[in-house]
């Protein structure tokens, strides 16, 4: 039995791979893997084509004065960006299971319960708003596989070099360091940051 236990032990430990998840607008979500796998999940373009579609109808409606379809509408978009979340937080979690992470990152996100309130004034915060719940899909759906989730300060995530600390601003898709030379996909970036991060204050 004790020999078991120890072997159990050893073995968290030499498999003990950490994901860094990114979650963003133009490509939805980028995840890194400590044994160097990345990979891509959602799609931008498609999700900007969709968002403008309901807006361009809720103009129309608008003018109109459709008010009870626009709020037709608006819950359709709703459940439609909903949907998206259960997918790519199903991606997401499959993809660590096949890379046997034993741990995901995310950025902590802040000011949540402002944002909360003020979603609809603001593009931004109705972002921050939407992130918030994808990460709370990636939590339930990693914790009931066993994988643990951990949320990390988002402090210069995307411009931090992942190897020195400098910090950079990216020239077009491509991110050189011009304190080491250490280049990457800009894309990349966040996602190493968050993989590498120590872990934020309490939780989100
Ligand atoms: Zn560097």
Redo the contacts with the bound molecule.
Sequence with gaps: MAQVAVKVVEKQNNDENIMGVDLGLKVPVVAVTSNSKTRFFGNGRQNKYIRRKYKVLRQQLGKAKQLKKIKQIGNKEQRWMKDQDHKISRQIVNFAKENHVSVIRLEKLTNIRNTARTSRKNEKNLHTWSFYRLSKYIEYKANLEGIKVEYVNPKYTSQK??????L?KANDRKYV??????RTHRDRVGALNIMKAPMADGVA
Excluded: A, H, L, V
Aim: charged share 15%; aromatic share 8%.
């Design positions: 070099c992942p190897k020195c600390q400098t950079n360091c011009k304190c080491c030379g250490y």
